[in-house]
């Protein structure tokens, strides 16, 4: 009786087009085999008309950038196919850092003075002013216990959820990943207790009173296993 050879692809048709499981547990090379056996047949071969967007799933396999580079050629040359994505379980140490700086919140109990430029991975919190002529920079959001008198820029690698807020905002410019909000030729009185956030429908930048943040930033909240209400 012939042993059945074990499947290590597996491609699954959806309305958004095609998902590749890929098993994560045999020898890459081996995957690599029978995912380019499976895509020779005729169906995935060039055609006319828009490409069919591929989400692969390598499940727990760590892959180099060259590998995914290997992978993606063999789904995508001479194919009617297009990568959407390249998912893993698994990430590199330095994508883990990343990820843990990018989640943490640093306190800074100082005065950001003219010509001094801060720099912050995640979010901030400013214990103090903001000085004209001062910048302060976070890849998150920006809370400035203090006076905004300075340059603010949040989500300055491109998170555009990341928000702005100041006891007293009064900056000479705001900046939310790459939109920018300037102050110098607007009519703009010092607003106690505000916060700036991009609005989703038109990229803006709009201000409002830092209630308005409980309903549009929601996900600010967060550890609240930490909190008892009484």
């Known amino acids: 009786m012939t042993q059945k050879k074990q499947q290590h692809v597996t491609i699954k048709g959806t309305k958004d087009g095609l998902v590749f499981l890929l098993d994560?547990?045999?020898a890459f090379e081996s995957l690599v085999e029978e995912l380019t056996e499976k895509l020779n047949a005729n169906y995935y071969q060039h055609k006319d008309g828009p490409n069919v967007q591929v989400k692969v799933d390598v499940g727990?396999?760590?892959?180099?950038?060259?590998a995914e580079e290997e992978l993606k050629k063999v789904i995508t040359a001479g194919r009617s196919l297009a990568i959407e994505s390249v998912?893993?379980?698994?990430?590199?140490?330095?994508?883990?850092?990343?990820?843990?700086?990018?989640?943490?919140?640093?306190?800074?109990?100082?005065?950001?003075r003219s010509g001094q430029v801060l720099k912050v991975r995640g979010?901030?919190?400013?214990?103090?002013?903001?000085?004209?002529?001062?910048?302060i920079m976070a890849t998150g959001s920006i809370h400035?216990?203090?006076?905004?008198k300075g340059i603010a820029h949040a989500g300055f690698e491109?998170?555009?959820?990341?928000?702005?807020?100041?006891?007293?905002?009064?900056?000479?410019?705001?900046?939310?990943?790459?939109?920018?909000?300037?102050?110098?030729?607007?009519?703009?009185?010092?607003?106690?207790m505000e916060t700036a956030f991009l609005k989703?429908?038109?990229?803006?930048?709009?201000?409002e009173r830092v209630q308005k943040l409980v309903h549009v930033r929601p996900e600010l909240s967060t550890n609240t296993n930490q909190l008892s209400e009484e």
């Open 200 to 207: 989703d429908a038109t990229s803006e930048i709009v201000l």
């Open 87 to 112: 998912e893993s379980t698994v990430i590199s140490l330095e994508e883990a850092k990343k990820r843990q700086e990018e989640s943490q919140s640093v306190t800074l109990a100082r005065i950001v």
């Open 123 to 135: 979010d901030v919190l400013i214990i103090g002013d903001i000085n004209p002529g001062g910048t």
């Open 158 to 192: 491109g998170n555009r959820k990341a928000v702005i807020t100041a006891s007293l905002m009064a900056p000479v410019q705001l900046r939310i990943a790459s939109e920018i909000y300037s102050f110098a030729d607007i009519d703009h009185e010092d607003t106690f």
């Open 60 to 66: 727990r396999r760590y892959l180099s950038e060259e």
């Open 144 to 148: 400035v216990l203090g006076a905004l």
């Open 24 to 26: 994560d547990q045999c």
